[in-house]
Each structure stands twice: as C-alpha cells, then as structure tokens.
C-alpha cells in the first residue's frame, strides 16, 4: 500500500511539471527574425480568461530607456519597459491563442496575432503578427525564473 502512494506521488510530481513546462505563460526573450538578435524579454500572463504581455526588459544596448517615439495616444513618448504590447488574446483550442492587438514599439503598429508553443520545443514560442494578407513569425524563447 505504502508502495503504491510513493509511486502515485511521483507520477503526480512528474505530471505536474511536465505540464507548467509547456505553458504559454511566464518570461519570453524576442528574437529579431530578420537579424537573429535578441530584443527584449516579455511577460506573458493570464487575465480574466485573456492573454496580456508587456515589456519586463529591452535587451539591445543603449535602448534601455526607450520609449515610444512613434507613437501615438497615449503611448506617445511612454517608456518601452513596462508597456503592455499583447491584450485581449482568446485561447482558441489545441494550445493556440488568437487576437487583434499585438503591438510593436518601434513600428507603433499593432497587428491581428496568433501564439503557440513549438510542437517539437514547448521553449519555442511562435509568434505571428498579420497585416491584412501578410504576416511575419518570430520565434521566442523561454526564460527560466
């Protein structure tokens, strides 16, 4: 009997970080996909349902402090760290999420995205920003703690 709990408690210890290590949520890096650089870290959390991320940390030297020059609104000449660029984004089914603003600071665009996790590596985050008909990937990578 006692053998039998043991093993139970280690099936459910196993099960259960297998599972938090392929969440969607929790701290992202951007790499740029045209230039291969990393560009900052991203949180990602839950809200009411929703996925919501906003910039924890900009990684290129000498944009730290950055803000949005680009911007308009409210964002307007607001610091980078700290801003929120997803909101709003539905879990649509089969560990994908869906919405309409995933915004990018340097651009001051928002486009229409989709999220999920990399089949192959749940550490890979694949991130896809629309434009009318086009789109573009970025691949993120997980970041520990």
Known sequence: ???NRWAMCCVLVLFSMCCSAQSIFGKWKTIDDRTGNPKAIISIYEED??????VVEI???GRENA???KCDGDKKDQ????MKIIED???IGNGEWKGKT???PEQAMTFRCKLWLNPDN???LKVRGYLAFIYRTQTWIRVEG
Do not use: K, N, S, T
């Not at 349902?49 to 906003?54: D, E």
């Not at 610091?79 to 700290?82: A, K, S, T």
């Open 122 to 124: 749940p550490d890979e």
């Open 59 to 61: 990684l290129e030297e």
């Open 49 to 54: 349902g929703l996925m919501y991320g906003h």
């Open 89 to 91: 984004v539905e879990h």
């Open 102 to 104: 995933l915004f990018d």
């Open 67 to 69: 803000v949005c020059e």
């Open 79 to 82: 610091p980078i760290v700290g």
């Open 1 to 3: 009997m006692e053998v």
